[in-house]
C-alpha cells in the first residue's frame, strides 16, 4: 500500500497493528534513517530487548533466500516485539519478499517482527516498490524526498518560534539558500543556530549569525572530508565519509563537493601545465582557494597527474549515473569511490 504525506505522517504517530512490512525509500537519506529510526523505536518501545533486533544484509538473502522468512517468523529470546531491519539494493530481494508476502496472504505464516525495508530512491517502476504497494493488508511504503523551499522555510520558523526567536530582514531567505535539500542536516544545523543565537539578548536571528553557524559550517566539514580523500588518507577519509553519512549527509552531497574539489584540481593542473607555477595557478581559481587549505591544495597539485585527475573525474561521473538507477544503494557507492580515489596510482 502506497501512503500518501499526510497518512505517513499519521502511521508514524500511531502505526496500523496490522502492517508487519514497512519499506522506507527516497532521496532523502537523512529522512529515510530519522523515519526508520522512529519506526523502530515505536514498535520496540522505550527499553528493547537483547534480542529485539536482527539486521540482514543482499548477502545473506542471496546466500540463504529462506533466511528472510525464517528471522520474520522467529519468536524472540525472552519475549517481546521485535524488528528485522533490511538495507537493500532491492532487485536481490523482490523474489523472497513476494514470497513471504503471498505466505501472509494465505495465512501460511504467522509474523513475529517487523519487517523494516530501508532502500534508495527507488523509481515508479521499481519490482521492490511495486511488491510492496501492491499489497494492501500487511504492507506499506513511506517515501522520503527532499524538502522543498516551503518545508524549510517551516522547519526553522518552528525552530526559531520554540525559542521565542525572530529573522531579521533577509535573515530567513538567507538561511534557507544555505540548507541543505536534506531534513536531518537541515534540522541538525537550524538547532545549532537557534541555540547558538538565544545566549544573546537580543531575540533576532541575523544575517551574520547564519553566515557563522550554518554556512561557514556546512562548507567546512565538506572541505575538510574532499582535502582528505585528495591527501589518499584513507583512515582519516573512512571516518570523516563515516561522521557525514551518520549526521544524515546525503551521498549526492558529498559527490558533489568531490566533483566540484577535484574539478578545481584538474583546472589548475592544467594552468601548471600550461607553464604557470602553482602559487599563480591556485590564485587563477575561482573562487580562490581559502587560506587555510592552502598548504594542502598546493601539495596536491604536486602529488597528482592531470590524466589521474581526468580519470577521478570519471569516476565520479559514472558514480552519479550508478547512484540515478533504480534499486541503487548510494552509500554503498559513495564508500566505492572514496576507497578508489584514495588508493588511485599514477600520482607523479
Known amino acids: ?153 517551516d522547519l526553522a520558523t518552528k525552530a526559531a518560534q520554540t525559542h521565542n526567536l525572530g529573522f531579521a530582514d533577509g535573515a530567513l531567505d538567507f538561511l534557507i539558500s544555505h540548507l541543505p535539500p536534506d531534513r536531518a542536516i537541515a534540522h541538525s544545523e537550524v538547532e545549532k543556530l537557534v541555540l547558538y543565537t538565544s545566549q544573546g539578548d537580543v531575540g533576532i536571528i541575523e544575517i551574520p549569525d547564519v553566515r557563522a553557524i550554518v554556512a561557514d559550517s556546512l562548507n567546512h566539514n565538506l572541505d575538510v572530508f574532499t582535502s582528505a580523500v585528495a591527501d589518499g588518507a584513507a583512515q582519516r577519509t573512512d571516518q570523516l565519509l563515516g561522521q557525514a553519512l551518520e549526521a544524515g549527509q546525503s551521498p549526492i552531497a558529498l559527490l558533489r563537493a568531490l566533483q566540484r574539489y577535484f574539478l578545481r584540481l584538474s583546472e589548475a593542473k592544467a594552468s601548471v601545465a600550461g607553464g604557470r607555477d602553482i602559487k599563480s595557478a591556485m590564485a587563477g581559481l575561482r573562487p580562490p582557494v581559502f587560506f587555510a587549505y592552502q598548504n594542502a591544495f598546493s601539495r596536491q597539485l604536486s602529488s597528482w597527474s592531470l590524466p589521474t585527475l581526468e580519470s577521478v573525474i ?35
Not at 525509500?25 to 537523512?30: A, N
Not at 559513495?334 to 578508489?340: D, E, G, Y
Open 1 to 153: 500500500m502506497k501512503l500518501s504525506a499526510g497518512a505517513t505522517t499519521r502511521f508514524l504517530k500511531n502505526p496500523d497493528p496490522n502492517i508487519c512490512v514497512v519499506l522506507v525509500y527516497g532521496p532523502d537519506y537523512g529522512l529515510i534513517k530519522e523515519r526508520s529510526q522512529s519506526i523502530s523505536h515505536t514498535h520496540l518501545g522505550d527499553a528493547p530487548g537483547s534480542f529485539s533486533q536482527t539486521i540482514l544484509t543482499d548477502t545473506d538473502i542471496k546466500t540463504d533466500p529462506a533466511c528472510l522468512q525464517d528471522a520474520f517468523c522467529a519468536l524472540p529470546l525472552g519475549g517481546g516485539p521485535r524488528v528485522v531491519r533490511l538495507k537493500t539494493s532491492a532487485e536481490l530481494f523482490v523474489k523472497p519478499l513476494k514470497a513471504l508476502l503471498a505466505s501472509l496472504d494465505g495465512k501460511q505464516i504467522i509474523p513475529a517482527a517487523l519487517l523494516l525495508i530501508e532502500a534508495g530512491d527507488l523509481g515508479p517502476r521499481s519490482p521492490l516498490r511495486k511488491c510492496v504497494e501492491q499489497d494492501k493488508t500487511h504492507a506499506v511504503t513511506l517515501a522520503c524526498y527532499a524538502p522543498d523551499l516551503r518545508d524549510l522555510r
Open 314 to 348: 570519471e569516476h565520479c561521473l559514472a558514480t552519479e549515473r550508478a547512484m540515478k538507477k533504480s534499486g541503487a544503494h548510494p552509500e554503498n557507492l559513495i564508500a566505492r569511490l572514496v576507497i578508489k580515489i584514495s588508493t588511485m596510482g599514477g600520482r607523479t
